[in-house]
């Protein structure tokens, strides 16, 4: 844990399941959920109580070799994409029960709309995304996007939905009202890994893999807001605080 106000480490790191690879906090952080990739069977999630700084539940089963992970605004669930499984489980983060939900081949990320009712899946092998209807645990469509999807992030208004292709390059920018791309994709660095969006939507930070740098991308215009900031050799993740005001990039 890292005390923003101060950049220092605030507590000794805390025990979870074979090789953590993702995390995602409850709406009111009273709760983070960690996914536990594990090399061999099924991996699972790990809930820790973020008052006490231990474990609430030390391993929820899920998918195979499962990846990223998103809680719905309302926290009643979680979604963790299971590469290896070609599916997404669904943790009732009550009763801690799962359910599983077929999509597309490989996925590998999951962003929720900010009301909840859509599930966008990222299927980094069938180079589409996946989009569920969360009231029913239905896909409802399959939208092709570029090649190998590996990140995926929903507006603040939830009119669109931004994909990072890895190998394109690029971004694809969703309409979420008739669920189509754009015709055009937004460029950005060597290998993209992630991004991430401002609190009011209107920056993009997408991390490239292949040259330590950061794009900064206007999402009102699709062009660049500013220079790519260099970070780094391998920004493989980030995230944005809550007021916008700093974005914090994990170098591998």
Excluded: C, H, W
């Excluded at 809680?71 to 070609?86: E, K, Q």
């Excluded at 569920?132 to 996007?145: F, G, H, Y």
């Excluded at 900031?229 to 591998?252: C, E, Q, W």
């Amino acid at each position: 844990m890292i005390d923003t106000a101060t950049n220092r480490i605030t507590t000794k790191a805390i025990k979870t399941g074979p090789f953590p690879s993702a995390i995602a906090f409850s709406p009111d952080g009273s709760r983070a959920y960690v996914v536990n990739a594990r090399l061999t069977g099924n991996g699972s999630v790990s809930v820790i109580d973020t008052a006490t700084n231990k474990l609430a539940v030390k391993a929820i089963e899920v998918g195979r070799d499962p990846e990223q992970i998103a809680v719905a605004p309302d926290g009643s669930r979680a979604y963790v994409a299971d590469f290896g499984s070609n599916a997404v489980s669904v943790i009732d983060t009550g009763s801690l029960a799962v359910a599983t939900i077929k999509v597309g081949r490989g996925p590998i990320a999951v962003a929720t709309s900010p009301d909840g009712s859509r599930a966008y899946v990222t299927n980094f092998v069938g180079n589409t995304v996946s989009v569920i209807d969360t009231a029913t645990s239905k896909v409802v469509k399959t939208i092709r996007t570029g090649d190998t999807p590996s990140a995926i992030a929903a507006s603040p208004n939830g009119r669109r939905v931004y994909v990072v292709n890895a190998r394109d390059d690029s971004l694809s920018v969703i309409n979420t009202a008739s669920n189509k791309p754009a015709a055009k994709m937004i460029a950005v660095g060597n290998r993209p890994t992630a991004i991430a969006l401002t609190p009011n939507g209107d920056r993009a930070y997408v991390t490239s893999l292949g040259t330590g740098l950061v794009s900064v991308i206007n999402t009102a215009t699709g062009k660049p807001a500013s220079k790519a900031i260099a970070v780094g050799p391998f920004p493989i993740a980030l995230a944005v605080t809550p007021d916008g005001s700093r974005v914090y990039v994990v170098k591998n």
